[in-house]
């Protein structure tokens, strides 16, 4: 029998608005809660709440759970370690965990070579190492990165972001060097132009312009790019973007790093986006699904640009042994089969999508690679004004109706479930949401 989201109680039920009203006594209020769940558990693409009501996750925790809930493979790996060694820092000391994800890793890098990996916790943390290691290895100061990235929080990826004035009110003076240019975002092309008549205007205006009148390119350590930005819309650029960027990289000595923390790790049925693309970067920073939902970061890199001495970096957590564990079975689940049921669900995702977008003037992009898939709301498609309240009430209906949704970007809706999604819950996801849209719409 199908199975659907039931929802027993008001939302949030009684034991919900009890904790929530510690947390709100006793948690920091600078994160963003978009509706009132309180998980208790999960399993797959299903959640669990505190109050028993049962919900279909298409957010899998932000695009982490990629193996979904608790896989058994996964929670069994995690066992396993936790009974052998939970922690030694691998800063100051050796471990099996850490040294075989780091040979797994170097093997999977686009282009092969040689590689190397250093280990952190999260996505900024990736994006941090990338970032001093651009400039250890160059010795150049300047970085650029593009309008709309999530990089992440701490100081140095809150620089090259530049997603929402919000994340950094307050927090200037950020790292200088830094200039942001605009991404390939052709739903809403920043020069005006139309896709594929552009002539890949946003990259040629970087060496044409920028390059010439505002920053010696000589001086340039890196350009840093999400291969589909994340939180800045799930915007998948055209074929030809990764390509030129590396291009233009390469000519001036400048390293390409590619942020992989939310488009990484099987999401858009390969390992890693970049390989839809033909780019081989210098540096990838990877987080999000590489552990299943324990917190690991790393950044990849090619040996010959890791070269920095001992002592120039390190992280006393980074590279957990419980955590490498999950990611080593996380990695051969993905390799197994997961990275193709995401391309073949992906695409089911897309069409349905499709589909809801005859019928509702409302869906005025939708677009992705294999399960990272955004659909844009406008009020009109003509003038592709943002609906804003439109998606923050797409996103809270659903909660209510049982379909766990985030936002991203100013007005889109993303989709990024677990890689174990089947195509019932699929179609139960469109069902919902188109039931949704037409509420929200009319």
Known sequence: MKRLPQINTSLPGPEAVRLMQLDQAYVSPSYT?????????????????????????????????????????????????????LHMSGTDFYYEPQIMLAHKLASL?????????????????????????????TRRELNIAF???FHGRTMGALSLTASKAIQKRHYHPVVPGITHIPYAYCYRCPHGMVYPNCCQECVSWLEDTLFRTTIPPE?????????????????????????????????????????????????TGRMFAVEHFGVEPDIMALAKGLASG?????????AKIMSWEAGSHASTFGGNPVSCQAALATI????????????????????????????????????????MVGAEIVKDRQTKERAHDWRHRIVHDAFHRGLLLLGCGENTVRFCPGLTVSAEEIDTCLEIFAEVVAKVTT
């Not at 997961?338 to 977008?357: D, F, S, V």
């Open 33 to 85: 809660r978009g509706y009132p769940l309180v998980a208790k558990r999960g399993r797959g693409l299903w959640v669990q709440d505190v109050d028993g009501n049962q919900f279909l996750d298409f957010t899998a925790g932000i695009a982490v759970c990629a193996t979904g809930h608790c896989h058994p493979r996964v929670v069994q790996a995690i066992r396993d370690q936790a009974g052998e060694l």
């Open 147 to 149: 309008f709309g990235a």
């Open 294 to 302: 324990m917190p690991l970061g790393a950044m990849l890199a090619r």
């Open 109 to 137: 890098a686009p282009g092969g070579g040689a590689h190397k990996v250093f280990f952190g916790n999260s996505g900024a943390e990736a994006v941090e190492a990338a970032f001093k290691l651009a400039r250890w290895h």
């Open 219 to 267: 001086e340039v350590a890196a350009i840093f790019v999400e291969p589909i930005q994340g939180e800045g819309g799930y915007v998948v650029p055209p074929p030809e973007f990764l390509r030129e960027l590396a291009r233009v990289a390469h000519k001036y000595g400048i390293l390409l790093v590619a942020d992989e923390v939310q488009s990484g790790m099987g999401r």
């Open 332 to 371: 051969e689940l993905l390799e197994e089969g997961l990275m193709a049921n995401a391309q073949a669900m992906g695409q089911r995702l897309m069409e349905g999508l499709r589909l809801l977008q005859r019928e509702h003037e409302c869906l005025g992009d939708v677009r992705g690679l294999g399960l």
